[in-house]
Structures are given as C-alpha cells and as structure tokens.
C-alpha cells in the first residue's frame, strides 16, 4: 500500500532504481516487471485513486503496451516519457530522467539539472 502522495509505476528494478537515484521527494516507487495481470490493475486502481500517478514506462512496443493497459486502469495518471533514443528508461541519462520527472513537478537533485 503506497504511503506517499506521490507513486510512479516504472517496469523493472533499473528503472526503479534510476529513477529513485534522481529524485529528491518522498515517492513510492511501484515495479510491474514489464507486465501486469487484470488483478493487479484492479488493485492499482483502488489503492491509488487518491494519489498522484506517475508512469514512466520505456519507450519501446513493450512499455508502450504497458502504458495503454495503464491508461485505462488509472485514467487519472500522468504520463511521463524519455526520448525515444534512449529507449528504456535505465539507459537514459540521469540528467534526461532528471529534466523529465522536473517538468512534471516531481523535485530532483539539482546537480542533474545543471
């Protein structure tokens, strides 16, 4: 159960870990391990109605799948992407992650912004 206000959903434990390197605030940080069941979802969806969702899945046909899934779950989350050079969120500088989870009002070490 998340406790902050604040949860990202990313796709494996890198990018958990990447992402949780960059940032400077409290958030729950949720794996699906590139795959979710029906189940799962439904459980998402009712323990994190009054949450700030983040997804932050990779920018490939399988993270793109994952997004679809989760959009329709979690109508209320926002969607943050890397750029598509990188593919996956683990590859991706820390400084891109970084400039990505700022625009979207999520606080970061600022030595990834310089």
């Known amino acids: ?11 494996g434990k890198s990018d958990k870990q990447k992402v949780k390197h960059v940032i400077e605030e409290p ?4 794996c699906t391990n590139g795959t979710i ?3 799962k979802l439904d459980e998402f969806a009712e323990t994190l109605f009054d949450k700030d969702v983040y ?7 399988s993270g793109e ?7 329709r779950e979690l109508p209320q989350a926002s969607h943050l992407y890397i750029d ?6 683990a590859s991706a500088p820390s400084q891109h992650v970084a400039e990505v ?3 979207s ?7 990834y912004l310089l």
């Open 55 to 61: 997804i932050l899945v990779d920018a490939d046909e």
């Open 105 to 111: 009002n999520i606080r970061v070490h600022t030595k």
């Open 27 to 30: 958030v729950d940080i949720i």
């Open 101 to 103: 989870l700022f625009r």
């Open 65 to 71: 799948k994952l997004r679809r899934q989760l959009m």
């Open 1 to 11: 159960m998340p406790e902050n206000e604040k949860v990202m959903i990313v796709e």
């Open 84 to 89: 598509r050079v990188y593919k996956e969120v």
């Open 37 to 39: 069941s029906q189940a």
